[in-house]
């Protein structure tokens, strides 16, 4: 793990100086029970599947995974220097916990795994990132999804 106080400085002040986008409050809100529960997996780990572009530095695009895609033909093109491959390499559910959800499923935990799941590129500033991730609300709601596994890598 990089720490900030060891990056050098150009690189810790890009990150501490970056314009974050501000948003109201929103209160939460009661949903479904759990088992009722429609559920997407959302990553910034930089995976996506072999034949789809490469996730380019700095630009906040997404890579959508369908749930029934073959998990070993995945990959990662993460671009930060500071990113550790190791757990992705030795176990997909480290970064995308898909056989986990299907477990959740089957226990009657949750409802349902949705069809369709969505990969970022960490190491992307917010703002380049919130208009892809406007959008993909969108279509997550479209999809029924009430419930997102988010793992933030």
């Known amino acids: 793990m990089a720490f900030l106080d060891q990056w050098p400085e ?3 002040n890009t990150i501490l100086n970056q314009g974050l986008p501000e948003y109201d409050l929103t209160p939460c809100v009661s949903g479904p029970p759990l088992n009722k529960r429609r559920v997407a997996i ?3 780990s930089g ?22 895609a073959d998990m070993n033909d ?5 671009v930060s220097t500071n ?6 390499q030795q176990d997909l559910n480290i970064c995308f916990p898909i056989e986990r959800l299907r ?5 009657g935990v949750i ?12 190491a992307t500033l917010p703002t ?3 208009a892809a991730a406007k959008d993909l609300a969108g279509i997550l709601k479209q999809d029924k999804v009430d419930a997102v596994v988010f793992t933030p890598v």
Request: hydrophobic letters at 40%; aromatic letters at 12%; glycine letters at 8%.
């Open 10 to 12: 150009a690189a810790r």
């Open 42 to 44: 959302v990553t910034t």
């Open 47 to 68: 995976i996506h599947r072999k034949d789809d572009k490469p996730f380019t530095a700095g630009v906040g695009e997404y890579r959508i995974i369908p749930d029934d």
């Open 74 to 78: 995945l990959v990662m093109s993460h």
């Open 83 to 88: 990113f550790d491959r190791t757990g992705f």
């Open 103 to 107: 477990e959740l499923r089957d226990e």
């Open 111 to 122: 409802g349902s795994v949705a069809a369709y799941h969505y990969a970022f590129m960490g």
């Open 128 to 130: 380049a990132m919130e």
